[in-house]
């Protein structure tokens, strides 16, 4: 079964960090570009920052940049977002999704189902 | 690219057609955009990309079209667990954008 798994997902204060992680299972994991989306419930899907199959091409949200990294770990499977200066609207679901094909450029096909960021103080 | 979604929410019965709208400001190429379906509780489903071709194992009664600015999902007959909702997405630009979404409720 192709699957992702978030983790990392937490409370933390302003100006704080935090690490999410994804774990692909059931596919190729270095075939495919990945993306972090993130949604406070009842509101829109906000794309976070999107990275190609090595990790050499990576794009980010405007209301991110600067504060996070993307990042890929193919010998694990694993998809990473460093989130540093965090505020209170980073407050969201943040969800984990593959892109159709190996690009930064991708629909994305398949879904996690979700780690939860809450930034309070 | 500023994503547009129309209307904010449709209210439609079971068996009806849904035409949701997406505007793309600038335009972007037809290759390049994406909807999805969102139910609360539950991970996103890509439906549609390129503009006009369903993802796997998606009932051919949902379609798209459109081209440049203007785009358009429409569910040819509303099945109970249609009412959900819909997010149009450009992939073409970064940073790569999501419209606001529309809610098609049953009437």
């Known amino acids: 079964e192709v699957q992702l798994v978030e983790s990392g997902g937490g409370a933390v204060r302003p100006g704080g960090s935090l690490r999410l992680s994804c774990v692909g299972s059931?596919?190729?994991?270095?075939?495919?570009?990945m993306s972090w989306v993130r949604q406070v419930p009842g509101r829109e899907l906000e794309w976070v920052a999107g990275l190609n199959w090595n990790g050499e091409s990576t794009g980010y949200a405007e209301s991110v940049e600067g504060r996070v990294t993307i990042s890929r770990d193919n010998a694990k499977n694993s998809l990473y977002l460093q989130m540093e200066s965090l505020r209170a609207e980073d407050t969201a679901l943040y969800f984990c999704?593959?892109?159709?094909?190996?690009?930064?450029?991708?629909?994305?096909?398949?879904w996690g189902q979700g780690t939860t960021v809450t930034v309070s103080s | 690219v500023v994503v547009t979604q129309f209307p904010g929410t449709l209210s439609l019965s079971p068996g009806e057609r849904a035409t949701l709208s997406c505007r793309a400001s600038?335009?972007?190429?037809?290759?390049?955009i994406a909807w999805y379906q969102k139910k609360p509780g539950q991970a996103p489903r890509l439906l549609i990309f390129?503009?006009?071709s369903r993802a796997p194992g998606i009932p051919d009664r949902f379609s798209g079209s459109g081209s440049g600015t203007d785009f358009t999902l429409t569910i040819s007959r509303l099945e109970p667990e249609d009412f959900a909702v819909y997010f149009c997405q450009q992939y073409g630009i970064f940073p790569l954008t999501f419209g606001g979404g529309t809610r098609v409720e049953s009437k």
């Open positions: 600038p335009s972007i190429s037809s290759t390049y």
């Open positions: 999704a593959r892109g159709r094909g190996s690009g930064s450029y991708e629909a994305l096909d398949v």
């Open positions: 059931g596919f190729t994991f270095d075939d495919y570009g």
């Open positions: 390129g503009t006009s």
